[in-house]
């Protein structure tokens, strides 16, 4: 059974930083590409940054070039999202998600196994 667990939300001030976390179980995960999404009040669900199971490739949405960084850790399972300069318009549920190609195209996710999300709330 695959799991895929977030951590790591929070209420943060616009320029301040957090790390989410994702820990997936059930799942080779040197060959899974994982990605991070995001959705806010009212909007449709967002692309955020995708990472190769390799770890060597990485995509991100024009909205977050240069603040966020996504890495993994395969020894432990885990995908991470490193934000900074975090914004109020960052401010949604953060959900990650497991695809079991080495890599896919950002549209793939939606056939992936998905966590529940977590909070990241950015105050002005």
């Known amino acids: 059974q695959v799991q895929l667990l977030e951590s790591g939300g929070g209420l943060v001030q616009a320029g301040g930083s957090l790390r989410l976390s994702c820990a997936a179980s059930?799942?080779?995960?040197?060959?899974?590409?994982m990605g991070w999404f995001r959705q806010a009040p009212g909007k449709e669900r967002e692309f955020v940054a995708a990472?190769?199971?390799?770890?060597?490739?990485?995509d991100y949405a024009d909205s977050v070039k240069g603040r966020f960084t996504i890495s993994r850790d395969n020894a432990k399972n885990t995908v991470y999202l490193q934000m900074n300069g975090l914004k109020p318009e960052d401010t949604a549920v953060y959900s990650c998600?497991?695809?079991?190609?080495?890599?896919?195209?950002?549209?793939?996710?939606?056939?992936?196994?998905w966590g529940q999300g977590t909070q990241v709330t950015v105050s002005s």
């Open positions: 990472i190769s199971g390799s770890g060597r490739s990485t």
């Open positions: 059930g799942l080779v995960f040197s060959n899974v590409a």
């Open positions: 998600a497991a695809v079991t190609r080495g890599w896919v195209p950002r549209s793939r996710y939606e056939d992936g196994y």
